[in-house]
């Protein structure tokens, strides 16, 4: 039976209109900010723990100076949700069978997640929330490990795989034990 995610989450836009974006945001969807820091900014107009990101670019990659282009402004991924850690690392078995590989395996504290590609680029996040419950999470992004670490921890995900399938249950890669190395934010390598 074909694993399918059970629901579509978020979207994370680049921005240089960092304070611009974050008002309008809460202005249309009501949107309340449930992390920011000078760099980056998670919101959420329901239970689900954010709706949107918003990474500053005018922090992040400060030499560049483009404020409309798109590609380097503009969506950076959306996101889905898969119902279980199993059901995340079957379907990157299944994908990886087919040559479709993650850029990025990063455990965001929240999330664990994988980010793929499509042909033309567009980048998309497979994720599995680490927490049961909303209030878990909430309290998660409001505490002392996200704001040490709010990028995350890479993961290698054929050792995690093999780990899992061994029988280590799924509680011991869900909650993330370090805060540290602090990935970088890696982005697909476009096709030319
Ligand atoms: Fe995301």
Redesign the pocket.
């Known amino acids: 039976m074909r694993i399918r995610p059970a629901k579509f989450v978020?979207v994370?836009y680049r921005t240089r209109r960092f304070e611009e974006m974050l008002q309008w945001y809460k202005t249309v969807f009501g949107a309340k900010v449930q992390y920011q820091n000078s760099a980056l900014a998670f919101l959420t107009y329901d239970d689900e723990h954010h709706r949107f990101?918003f990474a500053n670019m005018a922090v992040l990659q400060p030499e560049g100076t483009e404020t409309n282009k798109l590609g380097v402004i503009g969506v950076d991924?959306v996101?889905y949700t898969y119902a279980s850690l199993r059901d995340l690392l079957e379907t990157y078995v299944r994908l990886k069978e087919r040559r479709i590989l993650p850029y990025w395996c990063i455990h965001h504290g929240v999330t664990v997640?994988m980010y793929y590609a499509d042909p033309d680029g567009n980048q998309m996040?497979f994720q599995v929330d680490s927490f049961g419950t909303n209030e878990e999470t909430n309290a998660y992004m409001h505490g002392p490990h996200f704001s040490a670490n709010p990028i995350g921890v890479e993961y290698d995900a054929d050792v995690w795989l093999a780990r899992l399938r061994a029988g280590v249950p799924a509680s011991e890669f869900l909650t993330q034990h370090i805060d540290e190395p602090i990935s970088p934010i890696r982005v697909a390598e476009m096709k030319v």
């Open positions: 978020h994370v990101a991924h996101a997640s996040e």
